[in-house]
């Protein structure tokens, strides 16, 4: 089997790709992770990935001034020195120019905390917690040129529970991202060029509703 040559593009603390780190640590998984490149020297993700002995790049956004095709030109040039097939965006806080999306066009993945197309952006488990609703959750897609709205590969629905602030309620959805992640890389790596379809659903338990006054017969 041939793995695909993954590269996990991160800004941050890296808890997505240290996920997608492990799974590919299975020889048998269909992707292998060739590359960990950054947009930020000091990502915290970068000592993570050195440390699994994956290699690591950073691109710095800062200097580009803005212009972001520029940026993207250069994250291409060492996606291609390292021969990358596939691209997951993890907590890649960059909006990109159809420069990359094109390229990546059905090759590019991205992990979004909500169940899309519900609150796209930023903040999303405190806009979640401000609607009242009473699941939230994460989801994978392919990347298009409109923001968090591309075809969905997988997602997980966690419970909004009574005394959620947002950091709760982010550390549930973080924990599902961990697991939907590598399971929808493994949907697009395995299936070498044909885009997925949309499933992979993951629905976890809800808690036990509070009981119901029984129903009043008629005939009292
Ligand atoms: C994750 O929660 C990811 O879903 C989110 O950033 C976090 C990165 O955490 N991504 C976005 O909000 C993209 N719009 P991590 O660095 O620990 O994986």
Redesign the pocket.
Known sequence: MTRRRTAVL?S??????AALLTAARDPAYPAEIALVLANRADAG?LALAAAAGVPTAVVESRPFRGDRAAHEAAVQAVLEAHDIGLLCL??Y?RLLTPFLVGRWAGRML????SLLPAFPG?D?HARALAAGVKLHG?TVHLVTEEM?AGPILAQAAVPVLPGDDAASLGARV?AQ?HVIYPMALALVAGRAATPPAADVALSNPLPTPPSLPKPQSSSE
């Open positions: 991160i941050g603390r890296g808890s997505n790709m993700g993890a907590g806080m991205n992990i979004h905390p930023l999303t994460c968090d973080l991202e």
